[in-house]
């Protein structure tokens, strides 16, 4: 693996031009422009694609991974892939958890490239939303459904850029292997870490590229582009209140509802402290340079002193900031009681933490139980993953950050890329305990929230698509193919 320091690195984005923008936000229902009037050839095979594993149901809990798999790997065959080239791996416990690994042989030049998407997704009731989930819809310049975002775009797009080169006969310095996988989502047989526990040498490679990053939008024109190079750590805990019970006509003190209730509230007002990392300090560093003056200031200030409160204060008010300062928990689901007119003999609340790296499982549970302050309040921790803590951040991988800072600068207004650590999590802290560095970028623009994944209606830019179509296409020939700046057929 190539190494590139910090400094090098915020170097590196500090030579970058950087051009101030106000704020702004796509309104639901609200027009996206841009889209394009006209298909190329390359962009309707890959709208093809999108819409084909769009409309496979491949929810974690209830639809079939494998069929969407086993889809995908029929136009690998179709387009002359060798079936030896095209495995769709399926546990044996799990028949509709089915992952697809292909590998797009090279020169041999260098370990390969890995290029990972998941093709599950959340749950999504026909009840809640306008329309079909399971059906590609375009309006107003999205496209809607199931998916759209997170994150069978960049699966569709990974799929239709490997035929594209088949078709073209591009040959590349080093094997590409794309992994299209299953449970990112919910996680029972993880698709990645199942892969690597037991088909590594099928997806072993130099590093990864997978969701994370991505590009923001302000008044919709690029604000900078972001390359996630480290991820919070999600881990549940569940809160337990138990008690003797008894009639409820005569009521006593210790309730458990009550009590558990009076843990939560205690939780509720507790703020972990700012915990800034490799990534995350480079992270508000260079994003004070396109931000409003308030929050520039503040992320400013909190770079120099981690212990500026003030600072903390200011950047925690936009929240897509202020769980990038520090661990977070907040309550997620909610039990207690067995009966009406009975007292409660049980209470019970799930709490949600997303964990910086840096930080560890078990100090987060002795802080909880610390915030608490009741011994009869039980906090019990369900069971993390994969070694994702305790683990030093990355600086990106230098030729990648090469091509896409020079691809960002063709195709998005020389707009700063800047490293990122996501709060949501991915299937990149699998890879990255197993010794696969993994960075997210994608070339994919949207304003703050405005994709609403795992929400109702998801939807994508259907520019931004085609934008991310084209950005891949090139990104993964520059660094598979020849040496940074040369040019791109």
């Keep these: 693996m190539h190494a590139l320091r910090t400094t090098a ?52 809990s209830v639809g079939d991974v494998t069929v969407a798999a086993r889809a995908m790997a029929a136009r690998f065959i179709a387009a002359g892939f060798p079936p030896a080239d095209v495995q769709v791996l399926v546990p044996p416990d799990r028949p509709n958890k089915g992952n697809l690994v292909v590998r797009y042989h090279g020169k041999g030049t260098g370990k390969p490239l890995l290029l990972l998407a998941h ?36 699966a569709s797009m990974f799929v239709a850029n490997l035929l594209r080169y088949k078709q073209e006969g591009f040959v590349p310095q080093r094997d590409l292997i794309l992994a299209l996988t299953a449970d990112e989502e919910g996680g029972a047989t993880n698709g990645v870490s199942w892969l690597i526990a037991n088909h590594k040498n099928l997806i072993d490679a130099e590093y990864a590229i997978n969701e994370g990053g991505g590009g923001t939008l302000k008044d919709d024109q690029p604000l900078f582009h972001s390359v996630q190079a480290a991820e919070k750590v999600p881990v549940n805990y569940t809160l337990t209140a138990l008690n003797s019970g008894g009639h409820s006509s005569v009521p006593r003190k210790d309730n458990a509802i009550y009590q558990l209730a009076n843990g939560l509230a205690r939780l509720e007002k507790y703020t972990f402290p700012v915990d800034l990392n490799e990534i995350s300090r480079p992270f508000f560093a260079q994003t004070a340079k396109v931000e409003m003056p308030s929050l520039a200031t503040a992320m400013r200030a909190i770079v120099s002193n981690s212990s500026d409160t003030a600072a903390a204060r200011v950047i925690s008010t936009d929240p897509r900031y202020a769980s990038m300062l ?21 209470a019970t609340a799930n709490i949600n933490c997303r964990i910086v790296p840096t930080s ?14 009741d011994s009869g309040v039980k906090v019990t921790m369900r069971e993390v993953r994969g070694d994702r803590f305790g683990k030093k951040t990355a600086a990106i991988d230098p030729g990648l950050l090469a091509a896409t800072t020079m691809l960002t600068k063709k195709m998005f207004n020389d707009v700063p890329v800047i490293p990122t650590m996501s709060t949501g999590a991915t299937d990149g802290a699998y890879l990255r305990s197993a010794g696969i560095p993994t960075y997210g970028v994608s070339g994919i623009f949207s304003a703050p929230g405005e994709t609403n994944a795992h929400g109702r209606d998801e939807k994508l830019r259907i520019k931004s698509f085609y934008d991310g179509l084209d950005f891949l296409y090139q990104l993964v020939k520059q660094v598979s193919g020849p040496p940074i700046g040369k040019p791109i057929s």
Aim: net charge neutral; with cysteine; aromatic share 4%.
């Design 9 to 60: 690195l915020v170097a590196t984005l500090a030579s970058l031009s950087f051009a101030p923008a106000a704020h702004a936000r796509q309104l639901p229902g609200q027009k996206a422009p841009g889209a394009p009037t006209t298909l190329t050839p390359q962009q309707q095979a890959a709208r093809a694609v999108y819409k084909e594993l769009i409309e496979i149901n491949t929810v974690d």
């Design 360 to 373: 560890n499982a078990a100090d987060v549970k002795a802080a909880i139980e610390r915030v608490i302050a």
């Design 119 to 154: 093709l599950d997704v959340v749950a999504a009731l026909r009840s809640d939303w306008p329309r079909d989930p399971f059906k590609l819809v375009e309006e107003n310049g999205f496209f809607l459904g199931r998916g759209t975002a997170d994150d069978k775009s960049m």
């Design 326 to 346: 520090r661990t977070s928990c907040v309550a997620t689901r909610l039990s207690g009681g067995h009966a009406d007119n009975a007292l409660p003999q049980t």
